[in-house]
């Protein structure tokens, strides 16, 4: 707690949330000074400049240095104060007019404003803008000055293309908003802004259109992201796990993107976008299943063209959640669904293991996984190499030495391989967590192990929903129209409306008038 005083009352300030009551700024320059500079502590980047306004009023400046753009605190602020401009230089300027007179008159700053409360004048100054507090008045004008050293925009790490934009969200929230309002210049697009974390006070924002969106979702993200109460938010992903329907899923409810031109494409369907200031990920909700293996390329692209490729991506997702037990069940439990010469050719390769053929697979599962991330954390120049000797060299010893088979180390890279082709890192993931349970079934109980797993993984994802709507929609509840971009991606033409388990408040996105060769496609 932190006194200032003054001749006509005591003035307090408490932090913290809640605290009552908030401090008012005090007339005298030097208690001002004395209390900011109390609560900041000794900071050798904190600046306080002392000058004269208009050669008369005594005057300062705070900021920190690491903050702002010198040269705008010295053009912008301190040359138009120190000086009297010419058409002000005839006028009385008494002090209690001098806020408005400096805000409209003198500045060469769009954002200044006056400010009355200490504990914001400090919150401005953390957050990098100048605070000018002169002799006399009871109130400071914070000016925007922030300038935060940012990386230029760049092609998304994560999320490549072939055909589509090659712009990516950085770190900075400003810069990500303003991919959006580049794409969306409508006044439905509308952006809220709040401050989540006690400590880093992180600037989040959600968005969406007005008029499309379900307003009981868009309520829905304000609430859960109002109810956060942390110290630190570094990254999206802690808000992530805060608002997720289900934190015990391995499925993600929630999809991130680096992409300005797919976070659009879903604001467009009705969906909430949301962002945090020092993350170059946005959140968007709700989501379903299908959008995980579903890529913007597809509808860049010809729908017969996204159609197949999508199929294929279908197939290897399939692919690498149940090959492994596929294959364990076949080996140790049904040998004679194989056919006879292949049969006796994985038998040759398995001659010499000594250990069932559950434990051999979850042993390269688990040696596929430590390399798999050992190459993501290593730097660029080496995890290529690393790869290299963990997939040749360490497997084909592996195989000389008696440990692993032939083909069990065939049936692991394909599945590795498959599990790539997912385009979502989140759902991949998931994927990857659940092979090992649907494997030790498939090690106990053969073919019926694998589909009690497959069986016990549908019903999950029956039973998950993503902020009101089913995750496995439009599958279930099934939608004629949603169904049109499952499995297959209809022409766009063809898909007129908005997905329906969205609820949005506009479903037409296709024009009535709109034809192709002269039929009404609706």
Not at 60 to 77: E, G, M, P, R, T
Not at 376 to 382: A, F, I, T
Not at 496 to 518: E, H, V
């Amino acid at each position: 707690m932190v006194l200032f005083k003054s001749s006509q009352r005591m003035k307090k300030l408490e932090y913290g949330k809640g605290s009552e009551p908030c401090a008012v700024l005090s007339s005298s320059l030097d208690e001002t000074t004395a209390g900011i500079k109390q609560v900041l502590g000794d900071n050798d980047d904190l600046v306080i400049k002392s000058f004269k306004v208009f050669g008369q009023y005594e005057a300062a400046i705070f900021y920190f240095s690491n903050l702002v753009k010198q040269d705008s605190i010295n053009h912008d602020i301190l040359k138009p104060l120190m000086y009297v401009p010419d058409h002000l230089k005839d006028r009385n300027r008494p002090l209690s007019q001098l806020a408005e007179l400096i805000t409209k008159e003198t500045l060469y700053h769009s954002q200044a404003q006056p400010e009355q409360s200490m504990e914001k004048v400090i919150e401005f100054i953390l957050c990098g803008e100048t605070v000018l507090i002169i002799d006399g008045m009871e109130e400071a004008i914070h000016i925007g000055t922030r300038n935060v050293e940012k990386r230029s925009i760049s092609q998304p790490e994560t999320e490549q293309v072939i055909l589509g934009p090659r712009e990516g969200f950085i770190e900075n929230i400003q810069t990500n908003l303003a991919l959006l309002r580049y794409r969306l210049p409508t006044p439905d697009f509308q952006v809220k802004t709040m401050k989540i974390g006690r400590l880093t006070q992180s600037t989040a924002a959600y968005c969406y259109l007005k008029g499309i969106a379900d307003e009981n979702v868009v309520q829905e993200v304000e609430r859960r992201l109002s109810e956060i109460e942390i110290d630190a938010i570094m990254d999206v992903g802690y808000l992530e796990q805060f608002i997720e329907d289900n934190p015990f899923s391995p499925f993600p409810q929630i999809q991130s993107t680096e992409r300005p031109d797919k976070t659009v494409a879903n604001l467009a369907e009705g969906r909430v976008a949301i962002f945090v200031d020092g993350s170059p990920f946005a959140l968007l909700v709700p989501v379903v299943f299908n959008q995980f293996y579903q890529t913007t390329e597809d509808y860049s692209s010809r729908f017969m063209m996204g159609s197949f490729v999508r199929m294929a991506r279908m197939l290897a997702l399939v692919f690498s959640l149940i090959f492994p037990a596929l294959y364990v069940s076949f080996i140790s439990f049904n040998p004679e669904l194989l056919p006879t010469e292949f049969a006796i050719a994985v038998a040759g390769g398995r001659a010499g293991v000594p250990y069932p053929a559950v434990v051999e697979v979850l042993i390269i599962e688990v040696a596929m996984e430590v390399l798999r991330e050992a190459t993501v954390r290593l730097p660029k120049q080496v995890g290529g190499a690393l790869s290299i000797v963990g997939v040749l060299v360490v497997g084909q010893a592996a195989v000389e030495a008696g440990l692993a088979s032939p083909i069990t180390v065939v049936a692991i890279a394909l599945t590795t391989i498959g599990s790539f082709a997912t385009p979502a890192y989140s759902a991949a993931f998931a994927l990857r967590m659940l092979r090992f349970p649907i494997m030790i079934l498939a090690g106990i109980f053969g073919l019926y192990g694998v589909v009690i797993g497959i069986i016990f993984i549908f019903n999950h994802m029956l039973s998950l929903k993503s902020f009101g709507v089913p995750y496995m929609a439009p599958v279930s509840p099934e939608n004629y129209q949603g169904m049109k971009d499952v499995v297959f991606r209809a022409p766009l033409w063809l898909m007129p409306r908005r997905p329906a388990f969205l609820n949005s408040r506009n479903r037409r996105r296709l024009s009535q008038s709109n034809k192709r060769n002269g039929f009404d496609h609706e």
